[in-house]
Antibody
């Protein structure tokens, strides 16, 4: 059974960096049959896909244009986890953040495993 | 970006009756090389993350009751709950994964009448 365990601070000051980690159990961050995503949810923006990392002989990352200049998603194979860094945050980045798995087997599937969610508030 | 528009925003259905939710994408999400629609449906109950119930527009995720079904192709899709149960009260979202950025509908809240 695949599980994702999120960790990271729930309060971040404006202009600082939001950092979250997602520890994977039951699967591998280096698997070539999945992608590892970050998605956030807020009342104003709904569900918003932020980006993903996946491995297909080499590591790839895709990011949403809306956050492309501020975001970094990294995979740590030694700890079997991946992380989100979002720089220069503003109150508009306040949301519940989820790490999410998406399967791939000659075709993409839906997002089948979700972390528990981390409520992040951007406030001084 | 592909815009996903759901209708209605909310609906109230009697127990045992049918609930129907529509989702329209601003462009086709049908991948011609494998004839699969890259469209998923999720159920989100209060205080929980979304749960995948349908992918490829009509394939039920393992363990999902068969009262849930998905249909449609191209740009127009439907999620149907054939006989609403109390535990189906939730917000339902459609999601396209045909193209990045992946995008979601605004959600449809299903309640008991």
């Amino acid at each position: 059974q695949v599980q994702l365990q999120q960790s990271g601070p729930g309060l971040v000051k404006p202009s600082q960096t939001l950092s979250l980690t997602c520890a994977i159990s039951g699967d591998s961050v280096s698997s070539n049959s999945v992608a590892w995503n970050w998605i956030r949810q807020s009342p104003s923006r709904g569900l918003e896909w932020l980006g993903r990392t996946y491995y297909r002989s080499e590591r790839y990352n895709d990011y949403a244009v809306s956050v492309e200049s501020r975001i970094s998603i990294n995979a740590d194979t030694s700890k079997n986890q991946f992380s989100l860094q979002l720089n220069s945050v503003t109150p508009e980045d306040t949301a519940v953040y989820y790490c999410v798995r998406q399967r791939y087997s000659s075709s993409w599937y839906g997002m089948d495993v979700w972390g528990q969610g981390t409520t992040v508030t951007v406030s001084s | 970006d592909i815009v996903m528009t759901q209708s209605p925003d909310s609906l109230a259905v009697s127990l045992g009756e049918r609930a129907t939710i529509n989702c329209k994408s601003s462009q086709s999400v049908l991948y011609s090389s494998n004839n699969k629609n890259y469209l998923a449906w999720y159920q989100q109950k209060s205080g929980q993350p979304p749960k995948l119930i349908i992918y490829w527009a009509s394939t039920r995720e393992s363990g999902v009751p068969d009262r849930f079904s998905g249909s449609g192709s191209g740009t127009d899709f439907t999620l149907t709950i054939s006989s609403l149960q109390a535990e189906d009260v939730a917000v339902y979202y459609c999601h396209q994964y045909y193209r990045t950025p992946q995008t979601f509908g605004q959600g449809t809240k299903v309640e008991i009448k």
